[in-house]
């Protein structure tokens, strides 16, 4: 889907995925897998309405584009109100889990964790199709959950290697305008999961939304103009305890 060669355009097979990067979070808050952490609890800032990267032009050098789009990557990420609220409860007990963001994945590693004014978080490891982190609360039956991207190039926010970026002549992908790259690294990550038949499995669906370079013109004149963005339906299952290790 986002590979070099790909035309970043949305594909008609809606469960056509790329792989996702697995850097260290930009510019989210990092969490402490030996228990509380306040200053990852808080989390990243959201950025103010209407703030996005500067747009890319002709006349930069190939550095000076390449700086554009880390710029971009790392747009400050969703910050959940529920961050300066009163804590709200939650039944899942502090510990380790094992998680899948999308059918098609294996169980990784996810972590809850409670800060010292009561509110739980949930993480998603690096190695998930998404790698996530926020809020989870009781509500109506169910956990709800609000948070943020922490991959520094999430899934369906990067088009193209970054050699397409400082040299578009020697690769055919076209690299999705920064400012939906923005848009996409600061969105927010909402999801309800419910009790499975399964004891301690939790199940639920995130609507993500994935960028695509918008084409317009037929044959030799057909070229990338603008962006899209295109909901996505992935599963995601919680289920206590730590993943088993295979092989």
């Known amino acids: ?40 609890a808080a989390g990243p800032r959201e950025p103010e309405s209407g703030v996005l990267a500067p747009a890319s032009t002709d006349s930069e050098t190939p550095e000076q584009r390449l700086a554009l789009y880390r710029a971009a990557w790392a747009t400050p990420r969703h910050h959940p109100a529920l961050l300066d609220e009163a804590a709200r409860p939650a039944r899942l007990a502090p510990g380790a889990y094992s998680c899948k963001v999308s059918r098609e994945y294996r169980l990784r590693d996810c972590r809850v964790e409670r800060d010292a004014d009561g509110r739980t ?27 943020w991207l922490t991959d520094a190039e999430p899934f369906g926010c990067t088009s193209c290697a970054e050699r397409c970026i400082l040299d578009p002549a020697t690769c055919s992908c076209t690299p999705l305008p920064v400012e939906a790259i923005a848009a996409c690294v600061a969105q927010p990550v909402r999801f309800t999961l419910r009790a499975a ?12 939304q ?10 030799a004149d057909r070229h ?11 599963e ?10 295979s092989g």
């Not at 995925?17 to 897998?33: E, F, I, K, L, N």
């Not at 994935?210 to 044959?219: I, K, P, Q, R, S």
């Open 236 to 245: 995601i299952t919680l289920v206590r305890g730590a993943p088993k290790q």
């Open 121 to 147: 978080f949930l993480e998603f490891a690096d190695g998930n199709l998404l790698a996530l982190r926020g809020v989870v609360y009781d509500r109506a039956g169910a956990l709800e959950f609000e948070g």
């Open 197 to 208: 038949s399964a004891a301690g499995t939790y199940r639920g669906v995130l609507v993500h």
């Open 210 to 219: 994935v960028y695509y370079n918008e084409y317009v013109g037929d044959g």
């Open 224 to 234: 990338a103009e603008g962006f899209v963005a295109q909901p996505e339906r992935l």
């Open 1 to 40: 889907m986002f590979g070099c060669g790909s035309g970043s355009e949305p594909p008609r097979d809606a469960s056509s995925r790329a792989a996702h990067a697995s850097a260290p979070p930009v510019a989210a808050a990092p969490s402490s897998a030996g228990g509380t952490d306040d200053a990852a």
